[in-house]
């Protein structure tokens, strides 16, 4: 699968193309990065007060390319931006893909199944009866 490159499509399109990076920070204002090798370090805190994080705050597939991933970054600026302020519209990114068709028929037969974990369905089971017993609710008001 590759990204297509879209500049030329729509010329009057006000548009931004994709980011190849942006900072990661926590609640605190602690600044994170990562290097080629997938090792995430705090660079950076906004105070000296502030506590240190121990983890990052979201996972590494969250963040930027590095400068060795030169075709994640490639694919990033084919991407477009359209931001809301430019147009009066919403904001919105935009990524046409087109899949090879090689690798089409080997990535389904590839495909599995993965079940959601008992505490997922716990959950979904407990929402679904909230729910339900919010309809009855409804159905059969308290009598005054």
Same mark, same amino acid.
């Given at each position: ?8 499509? !729509?010329?009057? *399109? ?9 900072? %990661?920070?926590?609640?605190? $204002?602690? &600044?994170? +990065? ?45 991407? !477009?931006?359209? *931001? ?9 990114? %935009?990524?046409?893909?087109? $899949?090879? &068709?090689? +690798? ?41």
């Amino acid at each position: 699968m590759k990204v297509i490159d879209t500049a030329s499509t !729509l010329p009057d *399109l006000k548009r931004q193309p994709g980011m190849v990076h942006w900072p %990661i920070m926590d609640d605190a $204002r602690h &600044t994170y +990065t990562r290097d080629a090798s997938g090792v995430i370090s705090k660079a950076s805190h906004a105070s000296s007060n502030t506590e240190r994080a121990q983890e990052p705050p979201c996972p590494v597939s969250c963040f930027p390319p590095h400068s060795s991933e030169r075709d994640v970054r490639t694919a990033l600026t084919r991407c !477009l931006r359209l *931001l809301g302020t430019e147009q009066d519209t919403g904001g919105f990114f %935009i990524a046409v893909f087109e $899949r090879d &068709t090689d +690798t089409q028929t080997e990535s389904l037969m590839e495909m599995t199944v993965i079940e959601p974990s008992v505490e997922l369905r716990d959950e979904a089971s407990r929402k679904a009866s909230k729910k339900d017993r919010q309809k009855d609710m409804l159905k059969f008001p308290k009598a005054q």
